[in-house]
């Protein structure tokens, strides 16, 4: 009999933090598993700062090619690039260098505070026309803060 009880003690004790975890924790890392997809490569004009645009779905585009399991998106001088293949959904292992000829030059995404030139992707769908795009900042993170607050109300890296 005191045995049963040591074992319930026990289970509750251990169990119940296992349980409380797995429904608080359980829906993100399901979401996490859910929407991860293949990584992209962009490759973005060197020396290009400012706002990049993919449109998706634009029938007189070409497809994107596949590098490594990538799929490789180039960009134009303006930052800008239209392919007819569909967009991803989900989070992935993207990559993002600058190019020149056939030199490239890896980007960190490392994000706030840690020296990253890749801020906001983010995708989004065209109001009048339901086409797709994803768009992000590529500069450093002073002049990111700039572009989307230009008072300067958030604070800076120290």
Known sequence: MASSKSRFILLAV???????AAIVFGPAALDL?????????FLIPAGFTGWIRVDFRQPSAPPLPLEDGHRVLKLARDG???TSSEVRPGRGDDEF????????????NAGVCKGGM??????LVEDRSSIPFVR????????????VDPAGKSGACE
Do not use: C, M, N
Not at 118 to 123: K, L, R, Y
Not at 140 to 145: I, L, S, T
């Open 33 to 41: 598993a859910i929407q991860h997809r293949s990584p992209e490569r």
């Open 97 to 108: 260098f600058y190019y020149s000829g056939e030199q490239r030059t890896h980007l960190s």
């Open 80 to 82: 800008t690039l239209k």
């Open 14 to 20: 251990l169990g119940l933090p296992v349980l409380i």
């Open 118 to 123: 890749i801020w906001g992707v983010e995708t």
């Open 136 to 147: 992000f900042f590529v500069g450093p993170e002073d002049q990111y803060r700039h572009e």
